[in-house]
């Protein structure tokens, strides 16, 4: 183990660069620094203003534009212009179906609840994690242009409610985007620590953060003790924020003009943000548009929006109620996101919770602001602040295809636990092989194993059925714990290793480097094998399907379908990703009703034999 000074203090990047804070947001994101007086700044790079929309456009070359020449593709080339895309982070197609009407772009659905959606544009699939990564890339170029220095290593945050997967997924942008990712830290803690909340470590408190965006709503109920914040609770609605405040005024402006047919709504919408907005600090909001009347005073304005505020006080008794407190028991209120703005906002909240809120910072800002700040202790330039210690590498098994899946973060806290399910990938597999590495590399190969155990005797059962839970533990003494359990027959098996046996900081400063220096390159690599494994698989259940229910299509669905899956193996075997998804893609499609003809067959048979 080591004290995140010792680690991080020696390597090279460290005396040259500055370690920077990114709020990556759903619309926009920005980031913000530590200057030389010690003061959180965000950054504004000349021209360009601080906020960057998170929005990716490619042209018909396959040229990419990021921010707010991005933004205006919105309207006019919808299908090839990425927004929303933190929505779709660590995400699988099950998970977004029901949202699928709101992207104006093409996700794939790979009819595989494991796997992460992708986006395709083009003829080119994209995964969220590279649509990040081109984020973040901006990010990084404007603040290098701004600061006249490298920036190479950052701390993200994420929203308190973001899983494993989501957060895992934030990591690999960061990395692909050529920065070292010194911690994911949660959107409400960070906006906490620019208020100063949670700095002293002999304090204890209780707060609650508001976070109204344009889109997004979530309140978190965190408990800070010992300079470590809990989080107690989170409630919310990814679905509703400022956007809803501005659409009520259209309808509301669309019903007093009696417009119909043609509808400039483009314009009325960003004329209806422009009047909410507006009357954050006056009554009264009177213009046109053309011969139409865009009036509105606050009154009418608050009484419109009111169920939607509504809506979120009842998220926060909600979380309220499951921290088990109360109102009262609330130190602290923080507002995050430019909606947070809107009085009649501030007035709920605060009436509430019974308490005035904390809304001096720039609420745009102060996630990005607390970042810097958490990277700036991180680095242990805060001498003031006590450091504790953490895992130098990250701490992982051996997936398909020889990645790396990290369980246990480096930068983590110790004493630290985490674990995931995973599954067997072939019929009838008895044995599971667990490797254990620690490193940041991409691939295992490049990492260093610490153990390999088998799990041996799970039951005989389909791929895809046994649940094997890996846990690992991580004690103060620097002790991991692997423990391997199905759950299904109980079977478990446990080893003991200690992670920083033999290593020396040389070492892990020289493993640090390589990830930042192969990110690029261990990222494509990475995503060609999971292409690859994702190939095999889905060959795997189409000639099961095809062996086991061959009669149930006709010679030319069969024949047909055969042709796709020599298509999809030449393809694995060519190991391009484009060709490989798109193959996989095209067999996907053409299968996927035969699965359904399937089903309702085997459901009206299960009819005809009950007697109703
Ligand atoms: P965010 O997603 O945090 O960047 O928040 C963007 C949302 O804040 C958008 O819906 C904006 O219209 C809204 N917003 C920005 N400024 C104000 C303001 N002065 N009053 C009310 N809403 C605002």
């Known amino acids: 183990m080591a004290k995140v000074s010792i680690n991080l203090t020696t390597g090279s990047i460290q005396k040259e660069d500055i370690i920077v804070g990114i709020d990556l947001g759903t619309t926009n994101s920005l980031v913000a620094f530590i200057d030389p007086n010690g003061n959180a700044k965000v950054i504004n790079d000349t021209g360009k203003g601080v906020l960057v929309p998170s929005v990716v456009h490619f042209d018909a070359n396959g040229e990419v534009v990021v921010g707010n020449e991005a933004r205006d593709f919105l309207i006019q080339d919808p299908q090839h212009t990425i927004f929303s895309v933190k929505r779709l982070l660590g995400r699988s197609y099950q998970d977004l179906q029901s949202h699928?009407?709101?992207?104006?772009?093409?996700?794939?659905?790979?009819?595989?609840?494991?796997?992460?959606v992708k986006i395709k544009v083009g003829d080119?699939?994209?995964?969220?994690?590279?649509?990040?990564?081109?984020?973040?890339?901006?990010?990084?170029?404007?603040?290098?242009?701004?600061?006249?220095?490298?920036?190479?290593?950052?701390?993200?945050?994420?929203?308190?409610?973001?899983?494993?997967?989501?957060?895992?997924?934030?990591?690999?942008?960061?990395?692909?985007?050529?920065?070292?990712v010194l911690r994911i830290v949660n959107e409400p803690t960070a906006a906490s620590l620019a208020y100063g909340i949670g700095l002293n470590p002999d304090e204890q408190k209780t707060i609650a953060v508001y976070d109204l965006g344009g889109g997004t709503f979530d309140v978190s109920i965190l408990k800070i003790e010992n300079?470590?914040?809990?989080?107690?609770?989170?409630?919310?609605?990814?679905?509703?924020?400022?956007?809803?405040?501005?659409?009520?005024?259209?309808?509301?402006?669309?019903?007093?003009?009696?417009?119909?047919?043609?509808?400039?709504?483009?314009?009325?919408?960003?004329?209806?943000?422009?009047?909410?907005?507006?009357?954050?600090?006056?009554?009264?909001?009177?213009?046109?548009?053309?011969?139409?009347?865009?009036?509105?005073?606050?009154?009418?304005?608050?009484?419109?929006?009111?169920?939607?505020?509504?809506?979120?006080?009842?998220?926060?008794?909600?979380?309220?109620?499951?921290?088990?407190?109360?109102?009262?028991?609330?130190?602290?209120?923080?507002?995050?996101?430019?909606?947070?703005?809107?009085?009649?906002?501030?007035?709920?909240?605060?009436?509430?919770?019974?308490?005035?809120?904390?809304?001096?910072?720039?609420?745009?800002?102060?996630?990005?602001?607390?970042?810097?700040?958490?990277?700036?202790?991180?680095?242990?330039?805060?001498?003031?602040?006590?450091?504790?210690?953490?895992?130098?590498?990250?701490?992982?098994?051996?997936?398909?295809?020889?990645?790396?899946d990290t369980i246990i973060p480096r930068n983590s806290k110790v004493p630290t636990k985490a674990g995931r399910q995973y599954t067997t990938s072939i019929d009838g597999q008895v044995n599971m092989k667990i490797a254990v590495y620690q490193g940041e590399r991409d691939l295992v190969k490049e990492n260093r194993k610490l153990a390999e155990f088998e799990l041996k005797g799970i039951p005989s059962m389909p791929a895809g059925l046994p649940k094997v839970d890996i846990n690992f533990l991580l004690n103060a003494d620097g002790i991991l714990r692997i423990q391997a359990v199905e759950l299904r027959s109980g079977v478990k098996q446990e080893v003991d290793v200690k992670p920083t046996y033999g290593l020396k900081d040389e070492e892990v400063e020289q493993m640090l480097l390589d990830a930042v220096t192969y990110a690029k390159d261990d990222v494509s690599q990475r995503m060609v094998v999971e292409a690859k494994t994702e190939g095999d698989q889905m060959v795997y259940t189409v000639e099961r399907f095809l062996n086991k229910n061959g009669s149930f299509l006709n010679q030319e669905e069969t024949s047909h379908t055969k042709e796709l899956v020599t298509k999809l193996k030449v393809a694995i075997k060519n190991t391009n990703k484009d060709e490989i998804l798109s193959a996989i893609d095209a067999l996907n499609e053409y299968t996927r009703p035969f699965a359904e003809r399937l089903m309702d067959e085997a459901v009206s048979q299960a009819m005809r034999g009950k007697n109703i």
């Open 100 to 116: 699928e009407a709101y992207f104006s772009y093409r996700i794939i659905d790979d009819a595989n609840d494991e796997s992460l």
């Open 227 to 404: 300079g470590i914040f809990e989080v107690l609770a989170t409630n919310g609605n990814t679905f509703l924020g400022g956007d809803d405040f501005d659409r009520a005024i259209v309808d509301y402006w669309i019903a007093q003009n009696n417009l119909s047919g043609e509808i400039p709504m483009q314009e009325l919408r960003l004329k209806a943000e422009e009047a909410k907005k507006a009357l954050s600090h006056q009554n009264l909001f009177n213009e046109k548009i053309g011969d139409i009347f865009c009036t509105i005073d606050k009154q009418t304005f608050e009484s419109l929006i009111n169920d939607k505020v509504q809506e979120t006080i009842s998220a926060c008794k909600n979380a309220l109620k499951d921290a088990e407190l109360t109102a009262s028991d609330i130190d602290e209120i923080v507002m995050v996101g430019g909606s947070t703005r809107t009085d009649l906002v501030k007035k709920e909240v605060s009436a509430f919770f019974e308490k005035p809120v904390n809304d001096s910072i720039n609420p745009d800002e102060v996630v990005a602001l607390g970042a810097a700040l958490q990277a700036d202790v991180l680095s242990g330039n805060r001498k003031d602040i006590l450091l504790l210690d953490v895992t130098p590498l990250s701490l992982g098994i051996e997936t398909m295809g020889g990645l790396m």
């Open 124 to 180: 080119t699939f994209y995964t969220p994690i590279e649509l990040s990564a081109l984020i973040l890339k901006e990010l990084k170029a404007r603040a290098e242009h701004a600061l006249k220095t490298n920036v190479n290593r950052a701390v993200i945050t994420v929203p308190a409610y973001f899983n494993d997967s989501q957060r895992q997924a934030t990591r690999d942008a960061g990395k692909l985007a050529g920065l070292d």
